[in-house]
């Protein structure tokens, strides 16, 4: 069988998994696809790169978790101070009326400002803001990290069924020839008087029955190419061209390993679990950020301004020009603001929880499906040891009816029953030996461990 190790260690160089680690995966520096489709052999690694590449939801993850990015790095911002400066430019008209005498000011002229502030004391609010940016891009991280190890295990579980279904194919062949082979004999010894005409036609209508089952065959393994060729993001009309696996022995999460072990596993590397846990983190720092808006704020201020003008009266008299200067401290204190912060801080604590139920359900699914894979992984390995054992006593039990038949000690009946019995036993073996890759997997995919440490 091809390793699967090397499907596995394109994930890991396309997209880092690695649990509790914080990575940036690139995908556009990863999808630079080299292979002419329509013409090359696909393997596995090919398989799961384009879909890496290809699929929408695996991009879409990619840009959530980078604009996350970026609004942490806006979080930093409100720790600094702001600079503003500003420049104006006026004209106008002033009429004057005192018991002196009228004047009329006329204003043209250009004033030029500059001002800085920055918040010393928000009690948290900062923080807390920065606290919850940096969950959200966690979170976001790690749902990338679960989509595209679902997006790979789905490319791999599509390319074994393809694979499946070609050997399938070749055992369906390999039973219509057999079919085939045991018609032709009947119809001889029927022309040479041994057997009845009964036995011809039950010959024929079993040989007809497994070109019908090759032909359907032949329909599902067009079907499965189709569902590969979605999955990789290609047209679903594309004539896939993929590697046939060698035979290999060799499978990891043995015995050793109980499934109290693996559900640890699970709880501590799953990414999707760890992106609820940001989710918690997330939301409990939104308590602390509405919390701070009941308390004052202190911000220092500084402004200079400079004046212009070329202002003048009726009588052509100029007036000076200006500039002015202030520094100080602005201390702003929350008084009412129509019960906005009192409900905010309500629906803050209500999302929390929220996050918290969302959390342990998450925690309850995982194990589940941790022991769903682990019974499916062990049985599957159990299949494959019997899966071998019926095929070769199916075999022997054919070859002894087919020569008892033609000896003439036999009848068509334990011949065709003996087929029969052949045909399925390959068919058995077909799906034992791919649903153990599949289980397996399956498996590593349910406690997070997708990657090349687990597969040998």
Known sequence: MIKVAVAIAAIV???????????????????????DIDTEVLDLADAIELALCNNPSTRATWLAAKAATASYNRAYAPYLP?????????????????????????TNGTSIGASASWLLLDFGRRGANYDMARAAMMSREFQHNSNMQETAFVAIQNFYNLI????????????EDASGKAAQIAGRKFELGINSRADVLQ????????????????QAVLITRAQLAQSLGLPSSIALQIAMPEESEKHSIEAEQNLDELIATALANRSDLRARIEDVKSSKA??????????????????????????????DRPFHHQRSMAAGLTLSVPLFKGFDTTFAYSAAKYNYRAAQENLKLTEQQVELSVVNAYHNFSTAQKSLVLAKKMLESATESERVAMGSYQAGRGNILNLLDAQAALARARNELIAAQ??????????LRMIGMLDARNMH
């Open 434 to 443: 791919y649903g153990l890759y599949t289980s397996k997997v399956a498996l």
């Open 13 to 35: 160089l396309l997209f880092g998994v690695e649990a509790g680690a914080r990575k940036d995966s690139r995908i556009a520096d990863a999808c630079k696809f080299n292979k």
């Open 164 to 175: 499946s279904a070609d050997e399938a194919l070749v055992a369906a062949r390999a039973n």
């Open 203 to 218: 010959a024929e209508t079993a040989f007809y029955q497994t070109q019908l089952n090759t032909t359907r065959q032949e």
């Open 286 to 315: 939104g308590i602390d950020a509405v919390r701070s808006d009941f308390l004052p704020t202190l911000t220092a201020f500084g402004r200079s301004t400079w004046n212009f003008d070329h202002d003048h009266d009726a009588n």
């Open 82 to 106: 702001t600079l503003s400066a500003e420049a104006t430019y006026q004209q106008g008209r002033t009429d004057q009326y005192t018991y002196v005498e009228d004047n009329t000011l006329m």
